[in-house]
C-alpha cells in the first residue's frame, strides 16, 4: 500500500515553469513504476510520463516530449515532474501514480493515485 500527494500546482503564464512533486508515503517507494497523468475540464484522464524504478528509463507522451521532465529520488520517496515552457492547453489537474511492474501508459494497470494538483497555464 502507498499514500501519493501532490504539489506544486498553480497558475503561472504561457512560456513558463513549474515543478511538480509526488510523496509517497511507505518503505517501499523504489519498487514501483512512477507515472504522471492529467485531466482537463471535460476530457478523459490522459498518460503524461512514466518513469522506472531505478534505473532512470523515462516514457513521456508526444505532446509534452522536450518540455516535461520526470524524475524520482528513491531516497525522498518523491516523485517529480519539472514542465517547461507551459502552454494554455497544458491546463489541467494532474495526478501521479504508481503501479508493481514496468513502465505502462495506460492509465487502469496503476494501483494507486494521488489526489491531483490543478496546474492553470494562461495566454
Known amino acids: 500500500q502507498v499514500q501519493l500527494v501532490e504539489s506544486g500546482g498553480g497558475l503561472v503564464q504561457a512560456g513558463g515553469s513549474l515543478r511538480l512533486s509526488c510523496a509517497a508515503s511507505?518503505?517501499?517507494?523504489?519498487?514501483?513504476?512512477m507515472g504522471w497523468f492529467r485531466q482537463a475540464p471535460g476530457k478523459e484522464r490522459e498518460f503524461i510520463a512514466t518513469?522506472?524504478?531505478?534505473?532512470?528509463?523515462?516514457y513521456y507522451t508526444d505532446s509534452v516530449k522536450g518540455r516535461f521532465t520526470i524524475s524520482r529520488d528513491n531516497a525522498k520517496n518523491t516523485v517529480y515532474l519539472q514542465m517547461n515552457s507551459l502552454k494554455p492547453e497544458d491546463t489541467a489537474v494532474y495526478f501521479c501514480?504508481?503501479?508493481?511492474?514496468?513502465?505502462?501508459?495506460?492509465?487502469?494497470?496503476?494501483?494507486?493515485w494521488g489526489q491531483g494538483t490543478q496546474v492553470t497555464v494562461s495566454s
Open positions: 511507505g518503505r517501499t517507494f523504489s519498487s514501483y513504476t
Open positions: 501514480a504508481a503501479r508493481w511492474g514496468d513502465m505502462a501508459t495506460t492509465r487502469r494497470v496503476y494501483n494507486y
Open positions: 518513469i522506472s524504478r531505478s534505473d532512470g528509463r523515462t
